[in-house]
């Protein structure tokens, strides 16, 4: 009787797909991280130009966006000025707009 030594065809098949089955979820999740980098990379970008903003409103000078990315809008009442910036996500699933504001008081 012979015996064989090493590993059968059923085995390396298992192993295999486990090993194709842990990189595509390795894969996956390189993946959504990169995209979440990405939105947070564009929110802190819009952060920046909703303090440059408010920095030219308590300047007195017009304000103005400096990337076309973002739309700022100005609204002012007798109490506060507010100001609004929006922007495509991108990589987004859904193609909502993202907003920031903030409430600058008048004086």
Same mark, same amino acid.
């Given at each position: 009787?012979?015996?064989?030594?090493?590993?059968?065809?059923?085995?390396?098949?298992?192993?295999?797909?486990?090993?194709?089955?842990?990189?595509?979820?390795?894969?996956?999740?390189?993946? !959504? &991280?990169?995209?979440?980098?990405?939105?947070? =990379?564009?929110?802190?970008?819009? +952060?920046? *130009?909703?303090?440059?903003?408010?920095?030219?409103?308590?300047?007195?000078?017009?304000?103005?966006?400096?990337?076309?990315?973002?739309?700022?809008?100005?609204?002012?009442?007798?109490?506060?000025?507010?100001? !609004? &910036?929006?922007?495509?996500?991108?990589?987004? =699933?859904?193609?909502?707009?993202? +907003?920031? *504001?903030?409430?600058?008081?008048?004086?």
């Amino acid at each position: 009787m012979n015996a064989y030594h090493g590993f059968s065809l059923t085995e390396v098949l298992v192993s295999l797909l486990l090993m194709t089955g842990t990189s595509m979820a390795l894969l996956n999740q390189q993946w !959504q &991280i990169s995209q979440l980098v990405n939105q947070l =990379q564009v929110r802190t970008q819009a +952060l920046t *130009q909703l303090d440059n903003a408010s920095e030219l409103i308590i300047a007195g000078q017009e304000v103005f966006a400096t990337d076309k990315r973002f739309q700022i809008q100005k609204s002012q009442t007798k109490r506060a000025i507010s100001l !609004q &910036i929006t922007w495509e996500s991108p990589g987004s =699933q859904n193609n909502n707009p993202r +907003l920031m *504001q903030r409430q600058l008081g008048v004086s």
